[in-house]
């Protein structure tokens, strides 16, 4: 058995992070769910589904909130085993959360995230 990813071992934030019933290409069950975290070029797919997602910019959010490392959020793949790349994804996902659609719900606005340090 092969030891957890250090991101899993990281304690989940305090502050918000959005949700939604609103339907999302990662949640329909259009695609395999697997899709989202594969670590082949097939994640373009998931990419690409995630383009008209009403969701998309507030995802992105929630990758950073949670400080995700891998996976397809925001329409966006995450660096995963290069945390160099890390910071610069993350920019650009709160750069996409600024441009974000609105959406028909109530909820509240999230605390700022702010972008973990090399040395975190």
Request: net charge positive; proline share 5%; with cysteine.
């Given at each position: 058995m092969s030891a957890p990813h250090p991101a899993a071992a990281r304690p989940l934030p305090t502050g918000r992070v959005y949700r939604t019933d609103l339907p999302t290409p990662c949640a329909e069950g259009l695609y395999?769910?697997?899709?989202?975290f594969s670590p082949f070029k097939d994640r373009v797919h998931a990419i690409r589904a995630c383009q008209k997602c009403p969701f998309r910019g507030r995802c992105g959010y929630n990758?950073?909130?949670?400080?995700?490392?891998?996976?397809?959020?925001?329409g966006s793949a995450l660096p995963g085993d290069y945390p160099?790349?890390?910071?610069?994804?993350?920019?650009?996902?709160?750069?996409?959360?600024?441009?974000?659609l609105p959406l028909n719900c109530r909820t509240c606005r999230p605390?700022?995230?702010?972008?973990?340090?090399?040395a975190e």
């Open positions: 395999c769910c697997d899709l989202w990758a950073v909130a949670v400080r995700a490392t891998h996976g397809v959020w925001g160099d790349r890390l910071a610069a994804a993350y920019r650009e996902l709160l750069k996409q959360f600024e441009r974000r605390r700022p995230c702010r972008l973990p340090t090399n």
